[in-house]
């Protein structure tokens, strides 16, 4: 038995399925909805929901009404936007609203929250505020300081704020970005004992290509033998540090030279420069306007060398760079959050001792200098390091192997094939000997030609002969299509030039064998050609691939064995790892498993069809073997409607004949010619069922069953 609760809802919300509502008696003058909007939940009741007018309304019908009508209608699940209550906060809200455009409804919102995009760069407060609230909660502002950063907030506070302190706005903000936090005391760099300053050539002069006196070099190079002499440091008297009594000949003698390298080679590293570094970027060569006369290029610097230098530029992610006096910057890696320990230490425009680590190429590398800082000595601040300093990636980088061996990086991990190359076989066939075949087919053709219609080729001599039109080498092979029993095939046609046939010599060679034929003939005898003499040069040109093949061989076993006698390793370190360091089912792109993603080419895709098209195509061109060639899917649709109408043409035709003909008269011819007669175009009948073929995942077998093809 339903309650009166029960009742009350399913007649308040099928309200509009009573047409009692909707009489005279329930109309209002006033256009308002008869739901009184409930400003407050706050009365003496334990349980007050906020109770529609019409629901009292609802329970004087529900007396009135016999029970049974109620059960008539059938209750509604689930109930539509239209008939959900309106009341007059739904209106405001979602209703609609006098126009007013994008820009005017931002910038009213601007103003009244009291802040403006334009000014989001963070000031300490703002960064405060913005760090306060904690995954998305207010957290409640307690000390006074809080307070007054949060009221700073609103530019008409903030404006305020300045004219008390009587700041302009510029020097407020400047006032505002000052370093705030202790200033570290600056460090104490110490060392053990007195830092050794020497004047020595590089190691590595002459740079490569460039000739020196041989006497002079050898008197430069003695003094490296002088550094090998350890001197102890306590040993010493005392350690000086002018520069009067020293031996500097043989630096003056390297800085002679230098300069005469520097006087010829100046101006090409300069367009060297403009060729290889479109922009410029610190770290790289000074040019044009920033170029200095007295600038010292990369040769004068090694690694080891001690300099002192300014502090050029600070950048977050590579490093400080200190200029040396060279046309490069020096570069000392320091990343990312090892700032933090170390910006006190380091600043633009400091005078600095540097020690140089390494000298690369500047064309491979992007800081051709690396060095590191002796004083300020913050080496033991530095946690990051690089891993490899950072390169130039160019568009001839084919090989990367090879590019990582350059760049001294360990060579990419790879599953090791299991093929030795001492076990594959012997080469023997010589890429030379394909042109030679061609060259020996061309001179043949000719003289068959000359054999067929020797009016032609009357008083010409052979060496004379020119080719018809002019011979391009780039369009000497041309792909085309031609017919084979009604089934078009692909043909190819190699073009050659006259000028590269050896005319007169095939001539003689072919006379002297129809000569000896004779002869032989006349004895009773038969006589076989084995070899033309192309065909010797080609044995011979493949008899030396072949030797060379094999003496390469001898060599490589040669060098396995003394690495195996002397315990080194066969193939570059790091350059294979065992398959198990890959994981189980790795994606390997060549394997047909990954022909397409996981869930396959969709079965009715274009290119899927294409593909299906193609492959039908093939297979209907022989029989059992594939023969592969690409065709794009409207040229195959063009041909397999060609074929079809051929093919109807013909049969019209053979049905016709049948008609004219007596069967039993050429009954014979037909036992005869049944081999002529095959219609070969059933087999490139393109309208095989694709649908039939079976799919593994999206990709299509590479088979087609061909039983029955050639049964009656």
């Given amino acids: 038995m339903l309650s009166l609760e029960h009742t009350m809802l399913s007649l308040q919300l099928n309200a509009h399925q009573f047409p009692a509502l909707s009489s005279p008696s329930f109309t209002s003058s006033s256009t308002k909805p008869y739901f009184k909007p409930c400003k407050s939940r706050k009365t003496n009741l334990p349980f007050s929901p906020p109770v529609p007018i019409f629901s009292l309304l609802f329970i004087s019908i529900a007396k009135r009404i016999p029970r049974q009508k109620f059960f008539t209608v059938p209750p509604k699940l689930s109930y539509s936007s239209d008939e959900f209550p309106v009341d007059e906060t739904f209106l405001e809200q979602f209703g609609p609203k006098e126009k007013e455009s994008e820009e005017e409804a931002r910038r009213r919102n601007w103003i009244e929250r009291g802040w403006a995009p334009w000014e989001e760069i963070l000031t300490p407060e703002a960064d405060f505020a913005r760090k306060s609230l904690n995954e998305g909660e207010e957290v409640p502002l307690k000390s006074p300081e809080a307070i007054e950063a949060f009221k700073m907030l609103k530019p008409s506070y903030r404006k305020k704020k300045m004219e008390e302190m009587g700041l302009t706005e510029d020097e407020y903000y400047a006032k505002q970005f000052e370093i705030k936090g202790e200033i570290l005391e600056p460090l104490q760099t110490m060392w053990d004992g007195p830092l050794v300053v020497r004047h020595v050539a590089p190691r590595d002069w002459p740079p490569r290509g460039w000739e020196v006196d041989r006497e002079e070099l050898e008197f430069i190079r003695e003094g490296h033998k002088m550094m090998a002499e350890r001197v102890d440091v306590d040993t010493l008297e005392r350690a000086d540090g002018e520069t009067e009594g020293m031996c500097l000949d043989r630096y003056k003698m390297f800085l002679k030279q230098y300069q005469e390298w520097v006087e010829q080679n100046k101006d090409r590293l300069e367009e060297e420069s403009y060729k290889y570094d479109q922009d410029y970027h610190p770290g790289r060569r000074k040019r044009g306007e920033d170029y200095e006369e007295g600038m010292y290029e990369l040769p004068f610097y090694y690694p080891g060398q001690i300099c002192i230098g300014k502090v050029t530029t600070l950048h977050l992610y590579q490093g400080a760079f200190v200029d040396i006096g060279g046309v490069y910057e020096g570069w000392v890696p320091i990343k990312g959050n090892d700032w933090y320990w170390i910006r006190q230490h380091i600043k633009v425009g400091m005078q600095v001792i540097v020690e140089i680590l390494a000298k690369r190429d500047p064309y491979r590398f992007r800081f051709p200098i690396e060095m590191r800082f002796v004083d300020p000595n913050i080496d033991h601040l530095i946690f990051n390091r690089f891993e490899f300093p950072p390169i130039f990636h160019r568009a001839e980088d084919t090989n990367p192997d090879e590019l990582r061996r350059d760049c001294g990086r360990p060579p990419l991990p790879r599953k090791d094939p299991g093929t030795k190359i001492e076990e594959e076989p012997l080469f023997s066939d010589h890429p030379y ?154 994606y390997d792109p060549s394997n047909p498993l990954y022909r397409y993603d996981y869930w396959g080419e969709p079965e009715n895709s274009e290119k899927s069809k294409q593909e299906r098209m193609t492959d039908a195509h093939n297979k209907s061109i022989v029989g059992k073997g594939t023969v592969w060639y690409e065709m794009s899917y409207e040229d195959a649709i063009k041909q397999r409607m060609q074929r079809e109408a051929r093919s109807k043409g013909v049969l019209q035709q053979d049905f016709d004949e049948e008609d004219r003909d007596d069967p039993e008269e050429c009954g014979d011819e037909d036992a005869d010619s049944e081999e002529d007669d095959f219609d070969y175009s059933i087999l490139s009948d393109a309208s095989v069922e694709y649908g039939s073929q079976p799919h593994v995942n999206g990709t299509e077998s590479s088979r087609m069953s061909d039983e029955g093809m050639f049964e009656d």
């Avoid at 002869?519 to 030396?544: C, H, P, Q, S």
């Avoid at 691939?545 to 370190?573: K, M, N, T, V, Y």
Wanted: hydrophobic share 30%.
């Fill in 433 to 586: 000997v394909e042109k030679l075949w061609q060259i020996h087919v061309a001179e043949q053709m000719i003289l068959d030609d000359m054999e067929a219609n020797p009016d032609k080729y009357k008083g010409k001599k052979l060496s004379e002969l020119t080719d018809d039109e002019e011979f391009d080498e780039e369009n000497s092979v041309e792909y085309t299509t031609a017919y084979y029993k009604k089934t078009q095939i692909p043909k190819v046609i190699l073009k050659t030039s006259v000028r590269e046939l050896d005319l007169e010599a095939a001539l003689a060679e072919r006379e002297l064998n129809n000569r000896l034929q004779k002869e032989a003939e006349e004895r009773g005898e038969e006589y076989k050609v084995t070899k033309l003499r192309r065909n010797i040069e080609m044995d011979e040109y493949d008899l030396i691939h072949w030797r060379r093949s094999f003496e390469e061989r001898e060599a490589l076993i040669r060098d396995i064995s003394c690495r195996q006698a002397l315990g080194l390793p066969l193939e570059e370190p790091g350059r294979y790892v065992d398959a198990s360091a890959f994981g189980k089912d790795q």
